[in-house]
């Protein structure tokens, strides 16, 4: 295609023909339609900034006397405070019956912890009331007051109760109402998440685990006071997404591009922590230089080091474990990942390395870092559900072949909250990021339920049990399944694929190629999830492809009284045989925009018992819906069209008394790079790649 342009060019230069021109130029435009759409790789882009406007939002009702007699909730507030920098603003506000600031939104300064820790201290814990709603609405106004343009607004939200307002402000249902469908979507609206802790058995979890969810943030849960830290450890990881260096046995290496470390270890007993400089030199708590700063806790310990040595940094006292260490660098690793995700969808990970501002995109430097990641469940005790080396190879995800973005694609079945640990290792640095994450219920699923013959309960009635039964019985499912006990879902009488029996009726499992089979007494279910409920005007579709191309919009029924269930029969397919089925929404959310989301294809094999199909609405696939293959005719149209152009093109050259020529001006590569690259080249050689993390150890096998 460039050779072309430049014999157009050419061509043009030497005064050929008017005709023989527009020819050429009729020519290209051909070509470039017949050129197939490729899918871009999108572009991680660097942070355009590390500040955040921070809002410690801490409950203050008289519970917390009850639930945190020792006030250990202080010290994990302290923690996160002490995690911000120079840079940063922090607000205080403390709510029960009604919100108050403590601490104004304003620029924070790490010589201000003493101060910060004192007024955190002063909050008094006598509220009668819990008002979340009041809290929220404060954080709101003040980030409206004081947030800056250029900084991350967060909320960080502690609370050990419930939404019990005081009655002169509304009940505790109007108050809920009005902050999830109006407050936490306009906050959503402007890119401010409110990050929720649930302190102690008695908060309430789930409307704490909606206030985050609404604002695409993440949800904590500490059952007992002394783990409260240890949450607030890992929020700070959520919010400012720092650069981390794996605490191990082997140590961990300093490079000349950091600028600062802060060590967080979590205290195991009585050993004393110390410090090993590369020299070998020992540092502890009470004799360490004037450019370590050392907070002792009886829980943790947060040890930073200002300008550090270079070479290899070892912590002793501890298991690898109990802690972390971030970094202040120019040398940063990247990623876009971060938003909650749809379970079942099938997603791109992403990373890349950044020099201050600008990507780090030299083939010969990127070919010296090799990128790993793991996926870890939070909110259950787990070995990591999926890890992988990402690849720059145009596979697996990669769109783009050696463009610097080292990708790949990732899909998680079960809603729940999770952990994303990426790691580079390059043999002169190495840097890493925690990222929690959440990975939600789809707004819409499709499952198959076998009935025998028509007999036994149908779905219709067992949903209109449910609605009988009250919500109360949904939240409870959907709780379990959100933290990934598995568990059958029998109020609702829907089967997922994985489950055999079921009260209802019976779903099949899928054979080894997801195909599901059965008979016209199959009832196709559709659910929407939580999140639908915020939606209006709400229209739900299904659609049935069969072998030939050809689509069936089914007819469905309404099952109970949630407006949350529909349901169809396989008798409403017009001949058995293979059918590949998918529910559509389509609804209007905040601000009127237009939302739509389809379930994952469900495969189905009917065979018929021997009974008429009904009559349904045939309507023809469209192009578009065809699956997408190797466009082998545009292919050969193409390479048709490149030889007419570049035969027509030789003929008007060979015929120019003169051939013209365009010269390119060269740019060779400094030498010094050159020479830096050869040398990075050499000590790669001569080490061996070890990603520290035991997970990674050995190259794991792809994800099935």
């Known amino acids: 295609m460039e050779r072309f342009l430049i014999v157009l060019i050419s061509a043009a230069t030497e005064r050929v023909s008017l005709r023989a021109l527009a020819l ?40 917390m006397l009850v639930n945190d007699p020792q006030r250990l909730r202080d010290e994990g507030a302290r923690l996160f405070a002490q995690f911000l920098k120079s840079g940063d603003s922090l607000a205080i506000i403390d709510f029960a019956d009604e919100a108050k600031v403590v601490r104004p939104l304003t620029p924070y300064d790490p010589e201000q912890l003493d101060e910060v820790t ?12 819990t008002d979340l709603l009041q809290g929220i609405e404060k954080a709101s106004a003040i980030l409206n007051e004081a947030g800056r343009s250029d900084a991350k607004p967060v909320v960080v939200l502690l609370s050990d109760g419930k939404m019990e307002p005081s009655p002169r402000s509304g009940t505790a249902s109007a108050r809920t109402q009005i902050m999830l469908e109006e407050v936490l979507p306009e906050m959503k609206s402007r890119g401010r998440r409110v990050y929720t802790l649930a302190f102690s058995k008695d908060a309430d979890k789930e409307l704490l685990q909606q206030i985050a969810s609404g604002t695409d943030a993440v949800q904590w849960f500490t059952e007992s006071a002394d783990q409260v830290h240890e949450s607030y450890a890992q929020l700070f990881l959520a919010v400012k997404k720092p650069q981390v260096i794996p605490l191990s046995d082997k140590g961990f290496s300093i490079d000349e591009n950091v600028a600062e470390a802060t060590f967080y270890i979590n205290r195991d007993g009585e050993n004393e922590v110390k410090v090993q400089h590369p020299s070998g030199q020992v540092f502890t708590s009470s004799d360490h230089p004037k450019n370590i700063k050392w907070f002792n806790s009886p829980r943790f310990e947060v040890i930073t080091i200002e300008k550090p040595d270079v070479g290899l940094w070892r912590i002793g006292g501890v298991s690898p474990d109990d802690g972390f260490a971030t970094i202040l660098t120019n040398l940063k690793l990247v990623t876009d990942w971060g938003p909650p995700i749809d379970a079942g969808s099938t997603e791109v990970l992403q990373a890349r390395m950044y020099e201050s501002q600008k990507p780090v995109s030299l083939p010969e430097m990127t070919g010296m870092i090799k990128y790993a990641y793991q996926i870890t469940p939070t909110d259950k005790i787990s070995e990591p559900v999926v890890r992988d080396f990402l690849g720059d190879d145009g596979r697996q995800g990669d769109k783009i072949e ?8 990732v899909t998680i079945d079960e809603p729940g909250e999770y952990v994303l640990r990426i790691i580079a290792k390059a043999p002169t640095f190495e840097r890493q ?17 076998e009935r025998a013959g028509g007999a036994g309960q149908s779905y219709k009635e067992a949903a209109h049990k449910e609605a009988a039964h009250g919500e109360a019985g949904h939240h409870t499912d959907s709780q379990a399944n959100a933290h990934g006990k598995g568990e059958e879902n029998k109020g609702h009488g829907a089967v997922s694929a994985e489950h055999a029996d079921g009260e209802h009726g019976e779903a099949k499992k899928p054979d080894e190629k997801g195909l599901s089979s059965g008979n ?19 229209s739900v579709e299904l659609s049935a492809v069969d072998e030939s191309r050809k689509k069936l919009v089914i007819p469905l029924e309404k099952a109970g009284e949630s407006g949350r269930f529909f349901e169809a029969s396989a008798s409403k397919l017009s001949h058995d045989g293979r059918w590949d089925l998918r529910a ?32 349904v609405q045939v309507v023809e696939v ?77 190259e794991p096998q792809a994800a099935a």
Do not use: W, Y
């Not at 790789?41 to 500040?51: L, T, V």
């Open 24 to 63: 050429l130029l009729a020519l290209c435009c051909s070509l470039m339609s017949v050129v197939p759409v490729v899918a871009q790789q999108r572009e991680i882009a660097g942070e355009k900034s590390e500040k955040v406007d921070a809002i410690l939002l801490l409950d203050s009702s008289g519970s």
């Open 622 to 698: 469209k192009k578009e819906e065809e699956a997408v293959g190797f466009p082998v005719l545009g292919l050969f149209l193409m390479m048709i069209l490149i030889a007419g152009g570049g035969g027509a093109g030789f003929v008007l050259v060979k015929r120019s008394s003169a051939a013209s020529s365009i010269a390119v001006k060269e740019n060779p590569i400094p030498q010094e790079i050159l020479s830096a690259i050869q040398d990075l080249e050499e000590r790669s050689a001569q080490t061996e790649v070890d990603l520290n993390d035991p997970s990674f150890d050995e």
């Open 584 to 615: 559509t929404l389509s609804a209007e959310g905040r601000g009127k925009t237009s939302v739509h989301q389809s379930s994952r294809v469900l495969s189905f094999k009917r065979i018929s018992s021997g009974r008429a199909p009904q009559e």
């Open 520 to 538: 016209e007494d199959t009832a196709f279910v559709i659910e929407l999830g939580d999140e639908a409920k915020s939606l209006k005007n709400v």
């Open 433 to 449: 990021l925690q990222i929690p994450f959440r990975v939600k219920a789809p707004l819409i699923t499709l499952t198959a339920e």
């Open 402 to 409: 050696s463009d610097g973005i080292f990708s790949h694609s």
């Open 118 to 129: 004192r007024l955190i201290s002063s909050i008094r814990t006598e509220g009668q009331f």
